[in-house]
């Protein structure tokens, strides 16, 4: 009886303390143990755009504000020949981008098919911020864009336009995986309050129709944030990611218990199980997933070898390759 009445004070006893303090309880939790904050995004010219995000999350910035940063520098990179200023234009010779964004909150921004704007990132954050709707596409984006100050300004490059004249000779559409003409910078990140964000911008595939509007943009397919849960964004052919509603999906899996690197797993899978199940086959198709959970786990997978993504976290900015269902080359 002793025993049990001493337990019972114990319990008691420690239940005082935690309403007296409720910081000395916090700091025992595993809130301690969360890996905050930190910064994926797809690619190797991640690297550059998470040191712009980081510059954010360092000074205990918003998650939101960090990815729309760190984004923005690689629509600006004339070199980066797949997102942004210098993305290869459709068939018809228009550079036309994609993007999305999405905040802790489920706020939720996307342009489709957007002309001569550098920035659709931003676009889409005021699509998010300042309208009723989620989504706007082609001319309706433009208007809005110009009519939030967005300077109209051409995209196509010099090298961008001497490519597409050189494909206009032969018109052969082969894309190629892990070559940069259907590659896009996903970005998700926990900030130093425990709270998500993404966004995904994109010119799409090289030499496409025009009017062919990918994943990228559309929520729940190039990206998917969940506060309670966790975020993912995808990159690759866009067609096979809306097929499988690919970043909802993985977030899903991450709900059912799985970790970000086994949710990006059974996501491909997916994918491939799909592409069989149509007759056919994964010569040509690449699917990458990153995600990352509200611990600051984080996982990735693809397709084929040759994908990766970067990461920065309290340990520094490093590139990693991901795990893939084929090996590279095989």
Same mark, same amino acid.
């Given at each position: 009886m002793n025993t049990r009445r001493n337990f019972i004070k114990h319990i008691g006893l420690t239940s005082l303390g935690i309403g007296l303090s409720?910081?000395?309880?916090?700091?025992?939790?595993s809130f301690s143990k969360i890996n905050k904050p930190i910064v994926l995004s797809t690619w190797d010219f991640g690297l550059r755009a998470n040191? $712009?995000?980081?510059?954010?999350?360092?000074?205990?910035g918003r998650?939101?504000?960090?990815? $729309?940063?760190?984004?923005r520098l690689t629509e600006a990179d004339p070199s980066e020949r797949s997102v942004g200023y210098g993305g290869r234009p459709d068939r018809d010779g228009k550079v036309t981008l994609d993007a999305c964004i999405m905040d802790e909150f489920a706020g939720i921004g996307s342009v489709a098919a957007l002309q001569n704007i550098k920035h659709p990132i931003s676009v889409a954050r005021a699509v998010m911020e300042k309208t009723p709707h989620v989504m706007l596409v082609g001319e309706g984006a433009l208007q809005f864009a110009k009519e939030q100050g967005f300077p109209e300004e051409n995209l196509l490059t010099e090298d961008s336009e001497k490519e597409w004249r050189e494909w206009l000779k032969?018109?052969?559409?082969?894309?190629?995986? =892990?070559?940069? =003409?259907h590659d896009t910078i996903g970005m998700i990140?926990?900030?130093a309050n425990g709270n998500l964000s993404g966004a995904c911008t994109t010119s799409g595939m090289a030499f496409k129709m025009h009017g062919r509007v990918g994943d990228s943009p559309i929520i729940g397919s190039g990206l998917y944030v969940d506060n309670e849960i966790g975020a993912a964004t995808a990159t690759g052919h866009g067609e096979e990611v809306i097929r499988t509603v690919g970043s909802?999906?993985?977030?899903?899996?991450?709900?059912?218990?799985n970790s970000p690197q086994q949710a990006c797993e059974q996501a491909v899978k997916r994918i491939v199980k799909f592409t069989k199940n149509r007759g056919k086959t994964l010569d040509n198709i690449q699917v990458g997933f990153i995600a990352l959970n509200k611990k600051g786990e984080y996982g990735a997978y693809c397709i084929h070898g040759g994908f990766n993504y970067a990461k920065y976290d309290s340990k520094g900015n490093e590139l990693i390759t991901g795990k893939s269902y084929l090996k590279a080359n095989g």
């Open positions: 409720p910081s000395l309880f916090a700091a025992k939790l040191e $712009e995000a980081w510059k954010v999350l360092s000074a205990g998650a939101l504000d960090a990815v $729309e940063q760190g984004v032969t018109a052969k559409y082969e894309p190629v995986v =892990n070559i940069e =003409n990140a926990l900030d909802h999906l993985v977030v899903e899996l991450m709900r059912q218990g």
